[in-house]
């Protein structure tokens, strides 16, 4: 999932100037999020924002643009924190993340 910050294409899936992107990781393709399609996002101009949700546990790490280009992460991992992204002006809480989940 992304957020598009300008529509270019046609496909609703698919952004060419992502701001946040969302990955839901899944331990077939996890070690792939993580590593090589990690670093690819981290070379998009537009991104600002890239989250990493994982699907077997309550956890989410948030990568954030800085100022000096690089990334900083930041580690979620109770329901009852709230990912501010001012970057979009929205907020996403764990609890409704995961609200239908065993995890």
Same mark, same amino acid.
């Given at each position: 999932m992304s957020?598009?910050?300008?529509?270019?294409?046609d496909d609703?899936?698919? $952004?060419?100037?992502?701001v946040v992107v969302i990955e839901v990781l899944s331990?077939?393709?996890r070690r792939i999020d993580q590593t090589e399609k990690r670093?690819?996002?981290?070379?998009?101009? @537009?991104?600002k924002v890239l989250l990493?949700?994982?699907?077997? @546990?309550c956890h989410v790490v948030v990568h954030r643009?800085?100022?000096d280009e690089g990334f900083r992460s930041e580690d979620y991992q109770d329901r009852?924190?709230?990912i501010e992204l001012?970057?979009?002006? $929205? @907020?996403? $809480?764990?609890a409704d993340l995961y609200e239908d989940t065993a995890v």
């Open positions: 957020v598009i910050g300008s529509p270019e294409s609703p899936r698919y $952004a060419r100037n992502p331990e077939s393709i670093q690819g996002y981290f070379h998009l101009p @537009s991104l990493l949700v994982d699907s077997e @546990s643009r800085q100022p009852s924190q709230v001012p970057e979009i002006e $929205a @907020s996403l $809480a764990l």
